[in-house]
């Protein structure tokens, strides 16, 4: 090997900071390791490219690891999901960013759950109290039946505890049921400021809208709550470490009113409709969002895209198996747009089948790999339940193409 300049270790510790590796030791970044002139590049303040530049948004997105390990839910593989234990623990795993759903209470108070029905991932339903506040509502077209943040005052919510969401695939995870309350946003962004101290480095958040019509149409808009959460926290605009998404273009549109931040829009599969298109009775679904004249029209309002992976890397109905990937990534990037697809998991029942090891649907399977190929595609970064594989995955790709 030859010899580095006296200030190695320092770029070394610069670059375990920015991807947050920072206390797992070099190991945690694969045996291949990751070329030191990444390193370099990182701790210059530039962005570690892949196989081409990384898209130019002229936001605060530009100042992030390339390609990206998005936290989603925390590290929600491991921990119930969106509790402040999910997402200490995806930071030291290595996610550069954590997700938050944010969801209404009924005082108006803003709350971090997937859904505003918490039937699933809180222990409401052993509360004899709140009995009688179990309902059935329609969401966005979807009729459903639970108990619904709507309903609940944010003191009540925080009687409440935290729950794994997904026991038959991750009966491990009920090891910690009951262990963390519901987090405001309020906390979260606290939690953050908290967290980049003691890591030396930005904690970004990655924070959605979650039914924002719905919840506008019962006089609990979200929008606005947000913004005022971000400048209140001094994070908003595009000097400040949050991502906005929503899966309606009209609530990023709203947010860009509001805030400076970075906005990417989310695409469920390719034959649904954003809700309020279907408000609106625009005829448009995802697929001709994909297209590139609806990309295009996102670049009006957003600068990138969160899809499916099916969008990207499509897998044979009857097999589960790959097949020939989309052009989604080039017409998304020749739009000007980054793509931060979801969500890659470790295990079997969330991978496509050429990944999948055995036939236990909870079992582990080959997520680095799964995690590599989507790299190898061009993807900007991703949503992951598991950041240490991820964070070994990029290290692969990274170590593989001589990046630096």
Known sequence: MTNRPTGENSSRRSFLRTTGAVGLGVAALGAAGVPEAAADDLAAGQPATGTRPPVRTGTGLDRLPHPLVIGHRGASG?????????????????????????VPTKDGQLVVRHEN????????????????RRTTKTVDGVTLTGWFTEDFTLAELRTLRAKERLPQQRQRNTLYDGRWP??????????????????????????????PSYFRSIGLPLEERLADELRRAGLAGRQGRAIMQSFEPSSLQRLA?????????????????????????DPRTVADL????????????????????????????????LTTPTTLVADAHRAGLVLHPYTVRNENGF?????????DPAAYGDAIGWAKRLYELGVDGFFTDNSDTTV???GDFWASHGVG
């Open 78 to 102: 491991y921990r119930p999901e969106h509790t402040l234990g999910s997402y200490e623990l995806a930071l030291e795993l290595g996610a550069d960013v954590i997700e938050q759903d944010l």
């Open 117 to 132: 029905n918490i039937a699933e991932t809180t222990d409401v339903a052993d509360h004899p109290e709140f009995a009688g």
């Open 182 to 211: 519901i987090p405001t946003f309020r906390e979260v962004t606290e939690f953050a400021a908290r967290r980049a101290r003691t890591l030396g480095r930005e904690v970004w958040l990655y924070v959605e809208t979650k039914h």
């Open 257 to 281: 009113k509001l805030v400076g931040n970075p906005r990417v829009q989310l695409l469920g599969a390719a034959t649904t409709q954003p809700y309020d298109f279907v408000l609106a009775g």
């Open 290 to 321: 994909v297209k590139p004249d609806g990309l295009r029209w996102l670049a009006g309002f957003s600068h990138g895209i969160g899809p499916t992976t099916e969008l990207i890397a499509p897998t044979d109905p009857a097999t589960g198996r």
């Open 351 to 359: 991978l496509p089948a050429d990944f999948r090891r055995g036939t």
């Open 392 to 394: 070994l995955a990029r």
